[in-house]
C-alpha cells in the first residue's frame, strides 16, 4: 500500500504540471489573420503593416509603397522560398510597386524599413 502510494504522488504532482502548464499556452499571444484565405486584399499598402495575410500557393498580389520610407532595395520576405517577385508596371516615383506570387506553403515576414506584415501561404 505504501509503495503505491509513493508512485501515485509524483504521477499526480507532475500531470498537475502537465495540465497547468497545457492551460497557461492559451494566454499566448496568438497572431490572428486579418483577412481569411480568398478574403485578403491583392493590392498591399504601407497602412497594412502589423498585419497578418492569408493567400492561396499560386496567387499574385501587388504592393505599393513610397521609395522615400520604404525602399525597395530594402523589401524581403524571411524565410526566402516562400514568395517569388515579378516585373511591376511603373509608378509615378517616389511611388513603386512589387508583384508578389505565392510560391510555396508556409509563412515569412515581408519587411521594410518602416513595414512589416505576416504572410501566410496554404
Same mark, same amino acid.
Given at each position: 500500500?505504501?509503495?503505491?502510494?509513493?508512485?501515485?504522488?509524483?504521477?499526480?504532482?507532475?500531470?498537475?504540471?502537465?495540465? +497547468?502548464?497545457?492551460?497557461?499556452?492559451?494566454?499566448? $499571444?496568438?497572431?490572428?489573420?486579418?483577412?481569411?484565405? +480568398?478574403? #485578403?486584399?491583392? +493590392?498591399?499598402?504601407?497602412?497594412?503593416? +502589423? $498585419?497578418?495575410?492569408?493567400?492561396?500557393?499560386?496567387?499574385?498580389?501587388?504592393?505599393?509603397?513610397?521609395?522615400?520610407?520604404?525602399?525597395?532595395?530594402?523589401?524581403? #520576405?524571411?524565410?526566402?522560398?516562400?514568395?517569388?517577385?515579378?516585373?511591376?508596371?511603373?509608378?509615378?516615383?517616389?511611388?513603386?510597386?512589387?508583384?508578389?506570387?505565392?510560391?510555396?506553403?508556409?509563412? #515569412?515576414?515581408?519587411?521594410?524599413?518602416?513595414?512589416?506584415?505576416?504572410?501566410?501561404?496554404?
Amino acid at each position: 500500500m505504501r509503495t503505491s502510494t509513493l508512485a501515485l504522488v509524483p504521477l499526480v504532482l507532475i500531470g498537475g504540471l502537465a495540465i +497547468g502548464a497545457y492551460k497557461l499556452s492559451f494566454f499566448q $499571444k496568438r497572431e490572428m489573420p486579418q483577412c481569411l484565405l +480568398g478574403t #485578403c486584399p491583392l +493590392g498591399l499598402q504601407e497602412s497594412d503593416s +502589423g $498585419k497578418t495575410l492569408t493567400y492561396a500557393v499560386g496567387t499574385r498580389f501587388t504592393a505599393y509603397f513610397d521609395e522615400t520610407k520604404n525602399p525597395q532595395a530594402n523589401l524581403r #520576405c524571411t524565410p526566402g522560398g516562400i514568395l517569388g517577385t515579378l516585373p511591376a508596371p511603373m509608378l509615378e516615383p517616389p511611388l513603386y510597386a512589387v508583384i508578389l506570387e505565392a510560391l510555396a506553403a508556409g509563412n #515569412c515576414t515581408l519587411t521594410n524599413d518602416n513595414f512589416s506584415a505576416t504572410i501566410v501561404i496554404q
